[in-house]
């Protein structure tokens, strides 16, 4: 195949790689961990996809990559890395228009689903409610009842995991299968992409046609507003479009990793805009209701997982929901694979492989920038300072990117607390380890021992 640098033909290198590993694998095994994958983007030499979490990044690395770098490499005739990218949020339009989606039986959702990037999947019926989330997900119901009429904005924060995609795009789906002439303008992005957008409407003098898009839509569903924080001019831009839509009483709805007061670096009018309306926060859900969540989402998978299999699963991990979906997946998936019942065994077995390390996410980043200097011998500011020498960047980018698997903290936010760096520092330090990891697989080892220097410490 001609590779001639264009993204179509990366993604269609993909996609073949993909459906001859496809014809390999049983379907379920192929489902479970294909289908919330995405071809994102590529360069000439490597291929980006967006993986849910790190648990699924790990997994297809050990698992699969060996054979589709093998595939790509007899398709393209060169050799083609790829490289893992965690999902914040849904990447729109590739998203649907990937081939190992979920089959949607409604076809005309589908089409209108497709303009809109919301998955499908994130509607309140696939939605668990229990005391962690039952006010958040009222509000989100109200609203998607009375867009515009109740709480506007509605704010939804908390931690990573917790359903607030899920939630925020759930009012999207609703409002497009029940309010008819709403429908026509309903925007699902994340501020990532907002900001993003705006950038380039800059650089191509188009800021008009920007405007234009944000300002006349029925309904406005931006994800991750943390991800505004320090960029002015964006902050700036949708200031206006929310006084623009609020004006027109259109709804808008936001979520946040953290309450609107904890953003740094973020104007105070806007801060106000956005706790102006309704804020609702999700917490980890107790055992009874991830119960209920992982019974709903094996049925949704057809899959039939014992009662005891659910249970343990519940009772050992607590972090959060998308965790617990690894789990679950894991172990439904391992079953499959060496072809026995799933039972307690399996489970027991496979949630200590992959969650052997204890609970690292209460660690903070100054801990690990202390475990970092000490297993490198060099100091805690060679870590936060700007000095270039090789002795230090590796240190330096290995901190960073233990910070950003085992914390939940955002790419912005580590960048400040390694001296203040921009978040496309902290970006290109992960690519850099993980290519390390890659050449050079011993790397990992020397990873995984000063995370084990963290758990003694801890
Ligand atoms: P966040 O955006 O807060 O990081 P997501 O909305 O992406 O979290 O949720 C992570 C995963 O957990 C998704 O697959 C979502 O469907 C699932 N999930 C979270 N909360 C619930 C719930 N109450 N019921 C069913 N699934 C849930
Ligand atoms: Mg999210």
């Known amino acids: 195949m001609d590779l001639n640098k264009k993204e179509g033909d990366y993604q269609t290198l993909w996609e073949g790689a993909l459906k001859q590993l496809r014809s390999e694998l049983s379907e379920q095994e192929f489902h479970i961990w294909f289908q919330q994958i995405r071809y994102l983007h590529s360069n000439v030499h490597s291929i980006t996809i967006s993986v849910?979490?790190?648990?699924?990044?790990?997994?297809?690395?050990?698992r699969y990559l060996p054979q589709i770098e093998k595939y790509l490499k007899?398709?393209?005739?060169?050799?083609?890395?790829?490289?893992?990218?965690?999902?914040?949020?849904?990447?729109?339009?590739?998203?649907?228009?990937?081939?190992?989606?979920?089959?949607?039986?409604?076809?005309?959702?589908?089409?209108?689903?497709?303009?809109?990037?919301?998955?499908?999947?994130?509607?309140?019926?696939?939605?668990?409610?229990?005391?962690?989330?039952?006010?958040?997900?009222?509000?989100?119901?109200?609203?998607?009842?009375?867009?515009?009429?109740?709480?506007?904005?509605?704010?939804?924060?908390?931690?990573?995991?917790?359903?607030k995609t899920h939630l925020?795009?759930?009012?999207?789906?609703?409002?497009?299968?029940?309010?008819?002439?709403?429908?026509?303008?309903?925007?699902?992005?994340?501020a990532e992409n907002f900001i993003n957008g705006f950038i380039q409407s800059i650089q191509e003098n188009k800021t008009h046609l920007f405007k234009n898009k944000y300002r006349t839509a029925n309904v406005l569903l931006i994800d991750?507003?943390?991800?505004?924080?320090?960029?002015?001019?964006?902050?700036?831009?949708?200031?206006?479009?929310?006084?623009?839509?609020?004006?027109?009483?259109?709804?808008?709805?936001?979520?946040?990793?953290?309450?609107?007061?904890?953003?740094?670096?973020?104007?105070?009018?806007l801060q106000n805009r956005f706790t102006r309306g309704l804020s609702v926060d999700l917490q980890p859900p107790k055992t009874e209701t991830a119960i209920a969540i992982l019974q709903n989402k094996s049925n949704r998978l057809s899959v039939n997982v014992p009662e005891e299999v659910i249970t343990y699963i519940c009772q050992s991990i607590t972090t959060n929901v998308r965790d617990l979906e690894a789990a679950l997946t894991q172990v439904v998936a391992y079953?499959?694979?060496?072809?026995?019942?799933?039972?307690?065994?399996?489970?027991?077995?496979?949630?200590?492989?992959?969650?052997?390390?204890?609970n690292q996410k209460s660690i903070s980043i100054d801990e690990i920038q202390r475990a970092v200097a000490e297993y490198f011998n060099v100091t805690i500011s060679d870590l936060k300072?700007?000095?270039?020498?090789?002795?230090?960047?590796?240190?330096?980018?290995?901190?960073?990117?233990?910070?950003?698997d085992i914390t939940e903290t955002s790419m912005t936010d580590i960048g400040l607390e390694f001296g203040g760096r921009d978040h496309t520092t902290v970006v290109h330090a992960c690519q850099r380890i993980k290519a390390h990891i890659h050449s050079d697989p011993s790397y990992e080892v020397i990873i995984q021992n000063i995370r084990k220097l963290l758990n003694k410490k801890s």
Do not use: W
């Open 52 to 62: 849910p979490s790190n648990f699924y990044r790990d997994q297809i690395y050990h």
């Open 385 to 404: 300072g700007k000095r270039k020498n090789k002795k230090i960047i590796l240190p330096r980018q290995t901190a960073m990117y233990i910070s950003y």
């Open 335 to 358: 079953s499959d694979l060496i072809n026995q019942p799933i039972s307690l065994a399996i489970a027991k077995q496979q949630v200590s492989e992959f969650f052997h390390i204890p």
């Open 168 to 190: 925020l795009q759930a009012i999207g789906n609703y409002i497009l299968t029940h309010a008819g002439e709403k429908k026509n303008k309903i925007i699902y992005i994340t």
């Open 224 to 269: 991750d507003i943390h991800f505004l924080q320090k960029k002015h001019e964006t902050q700036e831009e949708l200031f206006h479009t929310f006084n623009a839509l609020f004006e027109l009483r259109k709804q808008m709805v936001f979520t946040c990793d953290r309450p609107i007061s904890d953003i740094k670096d973020i104007t105070e009018r």
């Open 74 to 163: 007899e398709i393209s005739e060169t050799d083609i890395s790829v490289n893992f990218e965690i999902e914040k949020a849904s990447t729109p339009s590739k998203k649907r228009n990937s081939k190992t989606e979920a089959p949607i039986t409604d076809v005309s959702h589908r089409e209108i689903v497709k303009n809109t990037g919301l998955n499908p999947e994130y509607t309140f019926e696939n939605f668990v409610m229990g005391d962690n989330n039952r006010f958040a997900a009222n509000a989100a119901i109200a609203v998607s009842h009375n867009p515009g009429m109740v709480y506007n904005p509605c704010l939804i924060y908390g931690r990573v995991g917790l359903g």
